[in-house]
């Protein structure tokens, strides 16, 4: 039989079959994926073929992903964690107050997406908490997104009409969640699917941060056509499997530009003469927070939260 991934724990998988029903599995022995070091081999969203035993299954295959999003595993160094496969976007909840999400971190969730050309949707939750210069920020920030063909939303997950336009654009898609704890991606999808009830908690007044009210990543099913992926609120977002040079691919405003360097696509837009990138950055044509956010990941610096 053929199902698709619900739930990971790490050692069961809640699999839903063609007829819609939940089957706890378990895998048969230790699965590897071809090229890769993972920490969790089969994710959320996977395809996989399994064996029905009882009221259990058994998992003997994943079938072929169209896209993944991986990050660096938090807790074997060297190795990647995947969040979830075959996605259609990604939708990255960000806040400007209790807490403040850096740009650093939303940079490292759209480049991982970019990497296999999955579309982001970036959305700015609390607005009812913004001032009138937060506010003229979030026409910066949409300003700078949507020219590189990220669309940006303001929003309150308290308000009606905002969940409404959310709404609209996750029909007939599987979507990934991704942010910070803290920004309210639970209440968020208490709204989108009230059925849930996830378990929100406060933001600490000492750290202004939130504390981690998801565990393990999870699918849930809106309609027939419509999934949304809630995943553990994330601390930082390391980059797996990229080289140096390919990172700038991943910017689609500097993806054009950088056949254009002295150099090619040898340069790395740092200090190399005649750079088109860099040229860019000066004009004004790339965003400085943009450039700032690549030059940390090509070289190691820590700005991934």
């Known amino acids: 039989m053929i199902g698709r991934v619900l739930k990971s724990t790490g050692s069961w998988y809640a699999v839903?079959?063609?007829?819609?029903?939940?089957?706890a599995c378990r895998t048969r022995g230790k699965m590897r994926l071809e090229g890769y070091k993972e920490s969790n081999p089969i994710a959320v969203g996977d395809r996989v073929a399994f064996e029905a035993i009882g009221n259990e299954g058994v998992i003997t295959d994943v079938l072929p992903r169209?896209?993944?999003?991986?990050?660096?595993?938090?807790?074997?160094?060297?190795?990647?964690s995947v969040l979830a496969a075959n996605i259609d976007q990604v939708l990255i909840v960000a806040t400007l107050k209790q807490p403040r999400t850096s740009l650093g971190f939303i940079d490292r969730v759209m480049v991982s997406a970019e990497a296999f050309r999955i579309p982001q949707l970036l959305i700015i939750n609390k607005k009812d908490l913004l001032t009138g210069a937060q506010l003229?920020?979030?026409?910066?920030?949409?300003?700078?997104?949507?020219?590189i063909g990220c669309q940006v939303?303001?929003?309150?997950?308290?308000?009606?009409e905002d969940i409404a336009r959310v709404q609209a654009h996750l029909a007939n898609k599987v979507t990934l969640v991704a942010g910070h704890s803290g920004v309210g991606k639970s209440t968020l999808l208490n709204r989108l699917l009230p059925q849930l009830q996830l378990t929100t908690a406060a933001i600490s007044e000492y750290s202004e941060?939130?504390?981690?009210?998801?565990?393990?990543?999870?699918?849930?099913?809106?309609?027939?056509?419509?999934?949304?992926?809630?995943?553990?609120?994330?601390?930082?977002?390391?980059?797996?499997?990229?080289?140096?040079?390919?990172?700038?691919?991943?910017?689609?405003?500097?993806?054009?530009?950088?056949l254009a360097c002295k150099f090619g696509a040898r340069c790395l837009h740092l200090s190399e003469p005649k750079c088109a990138v860099v040229q860019?950055?000066?004009?004004?044509?790339?965003?400085?927070?943009?450039?700032?956010?690549?030059?940390?990941?090509?070289?190691?610096?820590?700005?991934?939260k």
């Open 209 to 258: 941060k939130g504390t981690h009210t998801t565990t393990f990543a999870e699918m849930f099913q809106s309609d027939a056509t419509t999934f949304i992926i809630d995943t553990p609120g994330i601390k930082e977002w390391g980059l797996m499997d990229m080289n140096q040079q390919e990172i700038s691919d991943y910017f689609p405003e500097m993806r054009e530009l950088r």
């Open 280 to 304: 860019a950055v000066e004009s004004g044509t790339i965003a400085v927070s943009r450039y700032q956010s690549y030059v940390s990941m090509v070289t190691g610096e820590d700005n991934r």
């Open 16 to 23: 839903a079959d063609a007829d819609g029903r939940t089957v």
């Open 153 to 160: 939303l303001l929003i309150s997950a308290l308000h009606d």
């Open 66 to 80: 169209t896209n993944h999003m991986l990050r660096q595993s938090v807790k074997r160094a060297g190795h990647a």
């Open 136 to 147: 003229a920020e979030v026409d910066a920030l949409r300003t700078l997104y949507e020219n």
